[in-house]
């Protein structure tokens, strides 16, 4: 618990020396810059938020390359590619080999599928971190990603991964309706596989689940999986997604680092065409756009865009005012303000 509030207060100093540090017209550069690579994918997951947008083209090889060593030049740390299935394009290594040469730390989020023998041993050498999709046991996944060899091929992955020295290796389990029931069972089985971190999140109103409520938890869903976490956080690292937002007295008994959106702060996202946005889940659209780098360079958008969450437009509506949470929550997560489910403890009844 007293690590949990000297993160809060180290939060509220990084926040306060961005904004200062931005108001005398300089700018500190993102930690973790997302390629949202291609919307390309294998699978036909029920509830994928990549399907929300089709793209005529992808960045080029050269104009990734190009963005990779501007951000290495201006003291970018990390570099993470997602999807989609980022596997797809056969440029990946070839990109993420130059953004290793270039000081950067890497990662990828994959299902997994395309992870085997041949390549298991590059993947563990060019990504610093490999998040893996993994929803349930064997049927539960399956039937989530829609594909009978899911299940197996993202746990062939994981165990290739571990037998080539991959540094650091995550789990991400979505929880729906679908997979609550079997959350005891999933976490036999990811404390088996012996992986470093298990992020747990929950479904965003984008892509399929825009129109399926039947993919949200209920109050009485939405308690268990707090409950659970609260009660297995101690044997095995469990880091939950930041879409699920402040969670007023459950923040500090379920999170190990208090809430905090990170968008225009510590993160950004460049698209499949070179639009940015503040994260991979952020639709495409107009309000969510920065800037596109082939137009304008990529630290002139970080430098003047992203002002709505530097600005905290989120918290200074009418009702996030009068929220005793205001300075904590910051108004929750971007992406759920969609459906208006982007107060947890409202939408879930938790005071």
């Known amino acids: 618990m007293f690590n949990y509030y000297l993160k809060k207060i180290r939060l509220f100093v990084f926040q306060k020396s961005f904004l200062f540090s931005l108001a005398l017209g300089d700018v500190f550069p993102p930690k973790f810059v997302i390629w949202d690579c291609t919307r390309r994918c294998n699978l036909n997951c029920e509830h994928c938020g990549a399907k929300k947008e089709k793209y005529s083209r992808e960045l080029t090889t050269q104009q990734v390359k190009d963005l990779v060593k501007k951000l290495s030049s201006n003291k970018v740390k990390n570099f993470v590619a997602t999807g989609g299935e980022p596997l797809l394009r056969e440029d990946l ?47 539960v996944h399956n039937k989530i990603r829609r594909h009978r060899e899911a299940f197996e091929r993202a746990v062939r992955a994981i165990n290739l991964l571990k037998k080539t020295g991959c540094k650091q290796i995550t789990i991400c389990s979505v929880i729906t309706p679908s997979n609550i029931k079997d959350l005891e069972n999933l976490a036999e089985i990811v404390k088996s596989l012996g992986v470093d971190i298990w992020k747990i999140t929950t479904v965003m109103p984008v892509g399929r689940a825009e129109q399926n409520t039947n993919l949200f938890l209920n109050r009485e869903e939405f308690l268990k999986l707090l409950n659970f976490i609260r009660e297995n956080k101690n044997k095995i690292k469990i880091d939950l997604g930041e879409n699920i937002g402040y969670l007023g007295k459950w923040d500090e008994k379920v999170r190990n680092d208090p809430f905090f959106c990170p968008v225009g702060f510590l993160v950004c996202c460049v698209g499949v065409d070179g639009n940015v946005r503040g994260c991979p889940e952020q639709p495409d659209i107009p309000y969510y756009r920065e800037g596109n780098i082939l137009e304008k360079d990529f630290f002139e958008i970080w430098r003047n865009g992203f002002q ?22 910051n108004g929750g997560c971007w992406v759920m303000k969609l459906q208006n489910i982007n107060c947890s403890i409202k939408t879930y009844s938790l005071q």
Do not use: H, M, W
């Not at 040469?101 to 997994?112: C, M, P, Q, V, Y």
């Not at 709505?308 to 929550?329: A, G, H, V």
């Open 93 to 139: 290594f070839e990109i993420f080999f130059f953004a290793k040469e270039n000081g950067l730390k890497t990662g990828i989020a994959t299902n997994g599928f395309f992870i085997d023998n041949t390549n298991a041993k590059v993947i563990s050498e060019i990504f610093d971190s490999v998040q893996i999709s993994l929803d349930g046991p064997a049927k």
């Open 308 to 329: 709505k969450y530097r600005n905290r437009e989120l918290p200074n509506d009418k009702e996030c005012q009068k929220c005793k949470f205001n300075k904590d929550c």
